[in-house]
């Protein structure tokens, strides 16, 4: 959810699915749509409705399969910050 803003049509991201273990498929394709980001976090889970649109060349996947996304985001996991005054 904090990451929301983040996540642009040029966002990549790579899906798994429990179903197809050991299959990794990166996202957006070059070709591809742009990914739609839902408007409402679910309150229960606290996740958001993210859709990127995908081939299944052998037809692994179906129509509503739950997939976990890792979503590259620009976001520093360690950073000094200061105060723009102290610069």
């Known amino acids: 959810e904090h990451e929301l803003s983040r996540v642009r049509a040029s966002t990549s991201a790579v899906a798994?699915?429990?179903?197809?273990?050991g299959r990794r498929f990166d996202l957006p394709r070059p070709d591809g749509p742009a990914p739609y980001v839902g408007h409402e976090v679910d309150p229960a889970s606290r996740t958001v409705l993210v859709r990127y649109e995908l081939d299944a060349p052998d037809e692994a996947l179906r129509v509503g399969m739950l997939a976990e996304l890792e979503i590259a985001t620009d976001r520093v996991e360690a950073a000094v910050a200061l105060p723009f005054e102290a610069v």
């Open 16 to 21: 798994t699915f429990l179903g197809l273990p």
